[in-house]
C-alpha cells in the first residue's frame, strides 16, 4: 500500500503539459520526405535511399510501408532510383552513382547546398576551410567532399577547446555544419581570431536550427522537465536535449512514447515538450496523449518552425 500511495502521489494533480513555441519538422526535413514520396508516385522500379532521408527511425519506416526502401553505399543499390539524402552527399558520390546508371533524386535541403556552396567560394579566395561540426555526420562529409574534390583544404572542428591543437596558417574561412549550436560558433571563430589573422566567417546554421534551439531554451525555463523527441542519431535533437539541461532542468532524449521512464516525471508538474527538426507532428502528438492521459491538452497548438 505504502508503496502504491508514493507511486499516485505525483498524479493527484494533473500534468501541465506545455509545448515548445516551435518543433518538429523544418522546411528541409518536410521538403525531403515530400520530394522522396513524390519521385515514389512519379515511378515503378526500385527507388531506394541512400543513408536515412532524414534522421528519423518513424519517417523511414513509413517510407518503406510507402515503397522506399534504404540501403548504406550505392553497391548495394543495382537499379532504378536512388534518393540522395536532406543532409547531401560529397560529389564524388553524386558521380558514382551516376556512373552506375541510377535515377538521382536529390533532396539536398538548400540550407546545406548553401554550407557547401559557401565552401567552394571560400577556397577560390584562397582561405582554408575550418568546419564546425560533428565527425561522421552525413552532411560534414558531404562538405569534406565537396573541398576535396576542389583540392582544397579542410579541417573539422567540434568545440572551442580543440581550436589550440589545429595547425592553422595566416587566412582561415570558418563555417558550420546547419545545424550546429551558435554558442559554439562564435566561440569557435573568437579563438580562431586569437591565432589567425586573416579569419572569414560564414555563419551557415540553419534559420530552423535556430528558431529550434531559441524556443527549447524558452520552454526550458518554464518548465520541471524537458522531453526532447527526435531520432537516436538526429544531431539537431541531441543539441536541444543539451541546451535544456543547460538551463538547469532535467532533460531526457526519446525517440517514441515507450521511451519515457515514469521516474523522470516523479514530483514533477509542468512537462516541457519539444522535438528536433526530423520528428514528426504525429509522433510528438502520440508522446503528448500519453503524458496527457490519452488526449491532447486542450490548448494544444503545434506549431513547426517558419524559417
Ligand atoms: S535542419 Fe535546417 S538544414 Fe537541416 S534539413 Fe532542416 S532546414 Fe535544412
Not at 28 to 36: C, I, K, L, T
Not at 186 to 194: L, W
Request: hydrophobic share 40%; charged share 20%.
Amino acid at each position: 500500500m505504502g508503496t502504491l500511495l508514493q507511486l499516485e502521489l505525483p498524479r493527484v494533480q494533473k500534468r501541465n503539459i506545455k509545448l515548445a513555441r516551435v518543433a518538429g519538422f523544418c522546411f528541409g526535413v518536410r521538403r525531403a520526405v515530400e520530394m522522396a514520396q513524390q519521385a515514389r508516385h512519379a515511378r515503378s522500379g526500385n527507388i531506394t535511399s541512400l543513408g536515412q532521408i532524414v534522421h528519423n527511425s518513424q519517417v523511414i519506416q513509413h517510407l518503406r510501408q510507402q515503397g522506399i526502401e534504404t540501403a548504406e553505399a550505392l553497391s548495394d543499390i543495382s537499379s532504378g532510383a536512388v534518393i540522395l539524402s536532406a543532409h547531401g552527399v560529397a560529389p564524388q558520390v553524386l558521380q558514382a552513382a551516376k556512373e552506375q546508371g541510377l535515377d538521382i533524386v536529390d533532396v539536398t535541403c538548400p540550407f546545406v547546398s548553401k554550407v557547401n556552396r559557401t565552401a567552394k567560394q571560400l577556397i577560390e579566395q584562397g582561405y582554408p576551410i575550418l568546419l564546425v561540426g560533428d565527425p561522421g555526420h552525413t552532411e560534414v562529409r558531404g562538405v569534406i567532399g565537396t573541398v576535396e574534390s576542389m583540392g582544397g583544404s579542410v579541417q573539422l572542428v567540434s568545440h572551442p577547446e580543440e581550436v589550440s591543437a589545429l595547425t592553422l596558417g595566416k587566412k582561415v574561412g570558418v563555417i558550420s555544419q546547419t545545424t550546429q549550436l551558435a554558442e559554439t560558433f562564435a566561440q569557435i571563430v573568437a579563438e580562431v581570431c586569437r591565432r589567425v589573422p586573416d579569419v572569414r566567417a560564414c555563419n551557415t546554421i540553419c534559420g530552423a536550427t535556430d528558431e529550434l534551439q531559441e524556443a527549447a531554451v524558452a520552454l526550458a525555463r518554464e518548465v520541471d522537465v524537458v522531453i526532447v523527441i527526435g531520432g537516436r542519431k538526429s544531431a539537431n535533437t541531441r543539441r536541444l536535449r543539451q541546451l535544456c539541461e543547460g538551463e538547469g532542468v532535467p532533460a531526457y532524449h526519446i525517440e517514441t512514447a515507450d521511451d519515457i521512464d515514469s521516474r523522470w516525471l516523479l514530483g514533477r508538474r509542468n512537462i516541457g515538450l519539444t522535438a528536433g527538426a526530423s520528428t514528426p507532428d504525429w509522433v510528438i502528438e502520440e508522446v503528448a496523449r500519453m503524458l496527457n492521459d490519452g488526449d491532447l491538452p486542450d490548448d494544444w497548438n503545434l506549431h513547426n518552425p517558419e524559417r
